[in-house]
DNA sequence: GTGCTACATTGACAACCGTCGATGTTCACA
DNA sequence: TGTGAACATCGACGGTTGTCAATGTAGCAC
């Protein structure tokens, strides 16, 4: 209800006019939500711990198994945090007999990297 | 509980041992939350919306008034995003007389996204 | 088969989050 | 002084999130 842009009532102590044509372009709201999920995925220490040892662990990826003692959480918590990074994209995870392996996923990174040069 | 690295367990379709050094390196647990925080504030579209706006406008800064009705929310929930973004070191805060500029922080947005180079 | 290991899923709980209406506060202007 | 506008804060509500114990599932070894 800001009509401020059609009245004169700019302050005299600032001349210079509230609006300029901020909110004027088309904002994609499916493109937004789709990196918010992104960074929802990025928003807890956890989770950045564990991408940073599957990161670390560079190509070959990394084993659950050696996740969850450094993470200092349950195994279901850490079972739940990379089910959180695997829905949000950002890892892919492999079983290899009893185990999973876990890898990153460069280009989804990089989207939310890209996303903060405004 | 993982004693794979120590045992002769690795399964015979996978040569590869289980375990490199991931974990290895120190984690800093405190550098990770002031991270997520971050990331935290970029987890919603209407905040990455408000983000863009403030953005958009540059160096002058945004009007509160003029960031409500494009981003679809009520008055209150817009001063409550903004709150969030400004708390995160996001963005700063400005009054002018009855109106509020918001204003965009670009070393705090180059800091999360230098975290995401790994 | 039995038993063990690695990992995922379920269920429950407290804490937090997004939203809005109502109210408070500060400023400008008459 | 009074009125209205811009923005913040409060209170409440439903939905989501992080956590763990318990349980389920699948593969390996004997």
């Keep these: ?3 401020r842009s059609t009245t004169t009532r700019a302050p ?3 001349p210079v006019a509230c609006c300029a044509t901020v909110g004027s372009t088309e904002f994609d709201v499916a493109d ?3 990196l918010a999920k992104g960074y929802a995925a990025l928003a807890d220490p956890v989770r950045l711990h564990l991408l940073s040892m599957i990161t670390a662990a560079g190509a070959g990826g990394a084993c ?3 996740l969850i003692e450094p993470s200092g959480r349950s195994q279901p918590t850490v079972s739940h945090h ?3 990074l695997r829905e ?3 890892v892919t995870s492999e079983k290899r007999g009893t185990w999973a392996w ?3 996923v460069p280009t ?3 989207q939310l990297r890209a996303a903060l040069d405004d």
Excluded: N, P, Q
């Design 1 to 3: 209800m800001s009509t």
């Design 12 to 14: 005299k102590v600032e």
């Design 32 to 34: 937004a939500t789709e």
């Design 64 to 66: 659950v198994c050696d």
């Design 82 to 84: 990379l089910k959180v």
């Design 88 to 90: 949000a994209g950002l």
């Design 102 to 104: 876990y890898h990153l």
């Design 108 to 110: 989804r990174l990089a």
